[in-house]
């Protein structure tokens, strides 16, 4: 009798079921989310990085960078990434070391970029959706403090959209210590938003109107 995922030959059947080598443990582990997550971002990395056909879960059991790859999955998960294909592709696209799948810094570059190409609807679905899971969401800007702010804008949850077109927002930045408003302003292109919101003055009068409502009519 042998294990049929790593060839081990054994004299016992008992012996063979309590067996649990590395490739079997992969397979038991198939359905895990982190392991889901992973399989997606490794057949997509084959097939833009390197034009390969489509992966299988063998291939993916078979490889050297499984465990990394789960490890980006579970990255992915913990960190709610937006939008994980697009993560992946933007990781593929700009050449990022797979050991670097899973760094802050890099996930950060995403968002930047990300946040200037999402729609403003979608900037404000994001934040309200966190923001309403707080117990202050009716007076989140008033209540929350400037560490979070800057969490919340490395993360994506705050958009530039909200900071810069809502007068709780600019009111919430004016209570912040220096270390709090340079990490804000270090994740924002100050230039490019300008640019925007001036070139947008519909989207920017509709972010008022939800975060503001008529506050400062």
Known sequence: MKC??????????????THMCEKKRRWFSKDYPENIAGFAAYDLFYRLGMGSKPKEYKDFVDSQYFSAFVKFGSYCLNTKVIDVDGYTRWLVRKQVKLKDWTSDRVYIQYVQDYMKKETVNRALERFV????KTPYFDTFWETVNGYMIADWVESGKISPWILICSRRAQSALNRMNKEQFDRVAANIDAVYWARKTKQNPIDADWVSQIIDGDMYE
């Open 129 to 132: 959706e966190a923001a309403s």
């Open 4 to 17: 049929e995922y790593c060839k081990k030959v054994f004299k016992r059947e008992s012996s063979l079921a």
